[in-house]
């Protein structure tokens, strides 16, 4: 392979001499290629489940990930607190967002499929249609395609509980939806599964290489403002804007849907998305607040940095760090907010620093601003932090310069001997950034504590701050063998 496409992050001179090394460590150049393309990836595509309550489409979700992750209630309109999924089939991951049943006591039938299908329009690549072939078409399915063909996205339509060959004249009757072949399936037993995903496959688009998929070249960045609800997101965009963008409003969860802003600051023009407050349990949520955590969702999806806002008036709670795992999952470059400082007396200053430095450890690395939206206290200090977690998104290590890092590193911090053994890293390579991505190839498996050692340190060599860090390793088996992943 000799193209900078198929090399990852990495330049033909370095790949020649990155894969040199590999060789003389016994590894295959399929199996080093394949842990740079897996490590290296952009953005994966998104597949949106969608379909009318209690028509399968959480078992169906279970089915396409490979374990029983979404709730599964014999009951229409059940929500997650997690509703997307990272699946593979036939060699080629992808992500799965399960939109869940609505409640349509509170939304009225027509504005709940609007939601789901707009939500399908915001996120997704490709769209599966998840139809009860029991039942048959109804009105509100029939609501949902003309949504769906509005979108203009990709759909593989599924005709669920197909459970035998007498099932299928049911299934066949869907042809009427005008959407295609209807597959039929049981998610419950899995029959048929295999057709419909390979026709997932057809429909998604290669996941892109050393890329961002929410911003385009040279477009503004995006900066998500995420956070618990009431705590001066709408506030905080009003202030850098200089004016009321937003409504305000005391009564928590007042914002619904993400308002885009295009605000300049520092000379330059940014992208603001205010986002609808995450509220403590999705499940607990109704309609549009659910709609409306899905949408925070998706705009974390598609923003390069997330600033994320704590009320330091009040205790950090779980919630506040399920918000952060959140962005750091996704990827995103991290600037940590501390709303409402102006309120503080020293009492709770002395506690919110201890509860800073016990609960969020997870985020140390992740520049730090104590602001407030209110007056308008230190918002300077905002856009500094921001440019500062981009750089460290984007930050990229040459190979020759990591190796000799790695070398001294192992060299004085050997990993532990378990079993009689002791494994070594033998070389890595860093495989992509946004954020940074690293392959490690070593000579057994590496404990999580010794990867993380390893995290710490390459954070001190060189920086990374506002940014999470993947560290995947490979494993030879013996010199010569194929690699494993661990």
């Given amino acids: 392979m000799n193209d900078q496409h198929d090399h990852g992050a990495l330049g033909d001179a370095e790949y020649a001499e990155f894969m040199e090394l590999a060789a003389e460590e016994g590894f295959e150049v399929e199996d080093v290629e394949g842990a740079i393309a897996e490590a290296g990836h952009g953005p994966l595509p998104v597949l949106a489940v969608v379909g009318r309550p209690n028509v399968g489409k959480s078992t169906l979700v279970n089915r396409i990930i490979g374990r029983r992750e979404a709730v599964v209630e014999d009951k229409p309109g059940v929500t997650r607190d997690r509703v997307t999924y990272e699946a593979e089939w036939a060699g080629r991951r992808f992500k799965v967002v399960d939109t869940g049943g609505w409640e349509q006591d509170v939304l009225g039938i027509d504005a709940a499929v609007a939601a789901q299908a707009e939500y399908a329009i915001e996120t997704a690549d490709a769209v599966v249609f998840v139809v009860d072939a029991k039942v048959g078409a109804t009105d509100s399915d029939e609501a949902v395609v003309k949504l769906l063909r509005r979108a203009g996205k990709p759909v593989v339509l599924c005709a669920n509980k197909v459970d035998g060959q007498s099932g299928e004249s049911d299934a066949a009757s869907l042809w009427s939806l005008g959407l295609g072949q209807p597959h039929p399936v049981s998610s419950l037993h899995g029959r048929g599964t295999g057709d419909m995903l390979d026709a997932v496959l057809d429909a998604l688009p290669e996941a892109p290489e050393q890329s961002f998929g929410g911003a385009p070249v040279g477009g503004p960045r995006r900066i998500a403002l995420i956070g618990r609800p009431n705590v001066g997101k709408s506030s905080l965009l009003n202030k850098v804007a200089k004016e009321d963008r937003v409504v305000v409003n005391e009564l928590a969860g007042t914002t619904r849907d993400p308002v885009d802003e295009l605000i300049e600051l520092g000379g330059v023009t940014w992208k603001f998305v205010d986002t609808a407050g995450i509220r403590k349990k999705v499940h607990l949520q109704q309609g549009a607040d659910y709609y409306a955590s899905l949408r ?27 918000i952060i795992t959140m962005a750091v999952e996704a ?11 102006d309120e503080l007396d020293e009492e709770r200053r ?55 890092f790695l070398g001294e590193v192992v060299a004085a911090h050997p990993h532990p001997i378990r079993g009689g053994k002791q494994p070594r890293i033998l070389f890595g ?6 954020p940074p991505r690293f392959v490690l190839f070593a000579s057994g498996f590496l404990e999580h504590g010794y990867r993380r050692f390893i995290e710490r340190r390459l954070r001190e060599e060189f920086g990374f701050e506002g940014t ?19």
């Fill in 296 to 322: 925070t969702a998706a705009a974390v999806e598609k923003a390069e940095v997330a600033v994320i806002l704590i009320d330091t008036t009040e205790t950090i709670s779980v919630q506040d760090q399920r």
């Fill in 331 to 341: 990827g995103r470059a991290i600037v940590i907010a501390y709303n409402k400082w």
């Fill in 429 to 434: 390579t860093q495989a992509g950034s946004k």
């Fill in 350 to 404: 002395y506690y919110l620093e201890r509860e800073i430095e016990t609960e969020m450890q997870q985020v140390a690395w992740a520049p730090r601003v104590n602001v407030s939206a209110k007056t308008g206290r230190h918002m300077e200090k905002l856009v500094p932090a921001i440019e500062t977690a981009l750089a460290g998104w984007e930050t990229r290590v040459p190979t020759g310069r990591l190796n000799a």
């Fill in 468 to 486: 999470p860090i993947h560290i995947s390793v490979r494993v030879r088996e013996k010199r010569g063998a194929q690699y494993k992943k661990k």
